[in-house]
């Protein structure tokens, strides 16, 4: 298996030998309008994003409706989020985010060594973290940080950000425990935390509170409705989409095809309902010089348990900033899809409705 890392988007997309057991079907569409246009952005301030709908009948999915949850200035005070343009390295700007059930917004301000977290388009919380974490998301009624190069362990927060917890990252029992650079993400789902390696396998590392948890082990990433999900390049213009249960039963692969060629994949999440949504970074570049990007754009696909496509869109047009962004899409248990995005004047989370 090889992994092909891009510098400016910090990700691997991956051109994989796959295993004979997969069982391989193209992705089925159905009749959709051709990549809809560019979601409208809220007016200055943002819109306040309300709580996510109890999970009921799977809504219709499409990703025209924007509503910015979270619009804050580049600084270091309150409210603001820190953003530095190195002048040999890269800018440095929020490394990661995730959203809760109750419409809360955690962002990971790495430049400020801190957590903020929002709802309703303000500032309810912030605590200090390590300069060097690189990941978060909610656990439980609390946090959970990963610092892989530092501490190289996850920590289990409450509420308001005091450490209960921490997890060494050899805890998991991964074959890649000399290369914690090698973690690609934490991940919490009600039975513990969950630490990814280099997009292939997860390990369960602890329970949300942090206490010991008996081993487990999944192909790819832990799925919100069952079993697992992963995804990698299959061709230049292409993702392979792989899920399963858990279990020896074969999984399951489906071919999403795109219009532009694929600089990275961003996101394989799977809803509450069982649909799996891809986002990826797609680049078209100049004939006459193939260094030049004439379009950079991030688009979303969903495809449902059965590998039908139920929807794609495009989220975002602006060339992506080349800050080093560990985590910069999320898909909720509706649906939604959110990005966090580096704009001229300061960062934007944006939830692309179902």
């Given at each position: 298996?090889?992994?092909?890392?891009?510098?400016?988007?910090?990700i691997a997309?991956?051109?994989?030998?796959?295993?004979?057991?997969?069982?391989?079907?193209?992705?089925?569409?159905?009749?959709?309008?051709?990549?809809?246009?560019?979601?409208?952005?809220?007016?200055?301030?943002?819109?306040?994003?309300?709580?996510l709908?109890?999970?009921?009948?799977?809504?219709?999915?499409?990703?025209?409706?924007?509503?910015?949850?979270?619009?804050?200035?580049?600084?270091?005070?309150?409210g603001?989020?820190?953003?530095?343009?190195?002048?040999?390295?890269?800018?440095?700007?929020?490394?990661?985010?995730?959203?809760?059930?109750?419409?809360?917004?955690?962002?990971?301000?790495?430049?400020?060594?801190?957590?903020?977290?929002?709802?309703?388009?303000?500032?309810?919380?912030?605590?200090?973290?390590?300069?060097?974490?690189?990941?978060?998301?909610?656990?439980?009624?609390?946090?959970?940080v990963?610092?892989?190069?530092?501490a190289?362990?996850?920590?289990?927060?409450?509420?308001?950000?005091?450490?209960?917890?921490?997890?060494?990252?050899?805890?998991?029992?991964?074959p890649?425990?000399?290369?914690?650079?090698?973690?690609?993400?934490?991940?919490?789902?009600?039975?513990?935390?969950?630490?990814?390696?280099?997009?292939?396998?997860?390990?369960?590392?602890?329970?949300?509170?942090?206490?010991?948890?008996?081993?487990?082990?999944?192909?790819?990433?832990?799925?919100?409705?069952?079993?697992?999900?992963?995804?990698?390049?299959?061709?230049?213009?292409?993702v392979?989409?792989?899920?399963?249960?858990?279990?020896a039963?074969?999984?399951?692969?489906?071919n999403v095809?795109?219009?532009?060629?694929?600089?990275?994949?961003?996101?394989?999440?799977?809803?509450?309902?069982?649909?799996?949504?891809?986002?990826?970074?797609?680049?078209?570049?100049?004939?006459?010089?193939?260094?030049?990007?004439?379009?950079d754009?991030?688009?979303?696909?969903?495809?449902?348990?059965?590998?039908?496509?139920v929807?794609?869109?495009?989220?975002?047009?602006?060339p992506?900033?080349?800050?080093?962004?560990?985590r910069?899409?999320?898909?909720?248990?509706?649906?939604?899809?959110?990005?966090?995005?580096?704009?001229?004047?300061?960062?934007?989370?944006?939830?692309?409705?179902?």
């Open positions: 298996m090889r992994w092909v890392w891009t510098a400016a988007a910090g997309v991956c051109a994989c030998d796959r295993p004979p057991q997969v069982s391989r079907e193209a992705a089925a569409p159905v009749a959709i309008q051709a990549l809809q246009q560019q979601a409208q952005q809220a007016p200055a301030g943002g819109r306040p994003v309300a709580p709908a109890p999970v009921g009948a799977a809504p219709a999915l499409g990703f025209a409706q924007a509503t910015i949850g979270v619009r804050a200035p580049w600084g270091s005070g309150a603001q989020v820190g953003h530095v343009r190195g002048i040999e390295g890269n800018p440095e700007g929020p490394m990661s985010f995730d959203v809760a059930a109750d419409g809360r917004i955690a962002v990971l301000d790495q430049v400020n060594a801190r957590v903020v977290v929002w709802q309703a388009g303000a500032v309810v919380g912030s605590f200090a973290v390590a300069r060097t974490a690189q990941d978060l998301c909610f656990a439980g009624p609390g946090f959970a990963l610092d892989r190069l530092g190289r362990s996850a920590s289990v927060l409450d509420g308001i950000g005091r450490t209960l917890a921490t997890v060494p990252l050899d805890a998991s029992g991964s890649l425990l000399g290369e914690p650079g090698g973690v690609t993400a934490l991940e919490a789902r009600p039975d513990g935390l969950w630490l990814e390696v280099g997009h292939e396998q997860s390990w369960r590392i602890a329970r949300l509170d942090g206490s010991t948890s008996t081993a487990a082990e999944v192909s790819g990433r832990p799925g919100r409705a069952v079993g697992w999900v992963q995804a990698g390049r299959a061709g230049p213009r292409s392979f989409v792989r899920s399963g249960g858990v279990g039963a074969p999984a399951r692969e489906w095809v795109f219009s532009l060629d694929v600089r990275a994949i961003r996101a394989a999440e799977q809803d509450a309902h069982g649909r799996t949504i891809v986002a990826a970074w797609l680049t078209e570049r100049d004939a006459a010089d193939p260094d030049r990007v004439v379009r754009e991030l688009h979303a696909v969903a495809l449902d348990a059965a590998g039908r496509e929807a794609r869109g495009v989220l975002d047009r602006t992506e900033a080349v800050e080093e962004t560990f910069s899409v999320r898909v909720d248990a509706q649906g939604g899809v959110w990005t966090l995005a580096a704009r001229a004047a300061g960062l934007e989370v944006t939830r692309f409705a179902p």
